[in-house]
């Protein structure tokens, strides 16, 4: 099964940025649409930016959009996530996903791999 890890969370100041990433095993990557997610206590898992195989299907959340880019390396079978102007709403768990069929969806319910997800918290 395909495992994805992701790591660059942390602690950043309001107006701040962070580069999420996530590395993902497996020889199909090429192959995959990629997407975050992420979720905030007592909330449900939000979509925040996906892109489908060869660039295809660009697609934005509400709230990451102007301030949340998506890009891969595929030498290093990796996706980023480069945030800018972070804002305390931000706070939450963001997963990167891995959707088989290589269309990026808003829906949680068609990726199929997930990772265990990373922390970022946006102070005032």
């Known amino acids: 099964q395909v495992q994805l890890v992701e790591s660059g969370g942390g602690l950043v100041q309001a107006g701040g940025s962070l580069r999420l990433s996530c590395v993902v095993s497996?020889?199909?990557?090429?192959?995959?649409?990629m997407g975050w997610f992420r979720q905030a206590p007592g909330k449900e898992r939000e979509f925040v930016v996906g892109r489908g195989w060869g660039g295809t299907n660009l697609i934005y959340g509400d709230s990451g959009k102007g301030r949340f880019t998506i890009s891969t390396d595929n030498a290093k079978n990796a996706v980023y996530l480069q945030m800018n102007n972070l804002k305390p709403e931000d706070t939450a768990v963001y997963y990167c996903a891995a959707q088989a069929t290589g269309l990026a969806t808003r829906s949680p319910e068609a990726y199929n791999y997930w990772g265990q997800g990373t922390q970022v918290t946006v102070s005032s």
């Open positions: 497996g020889r199909n990557f090429n192959r995959y649409a």
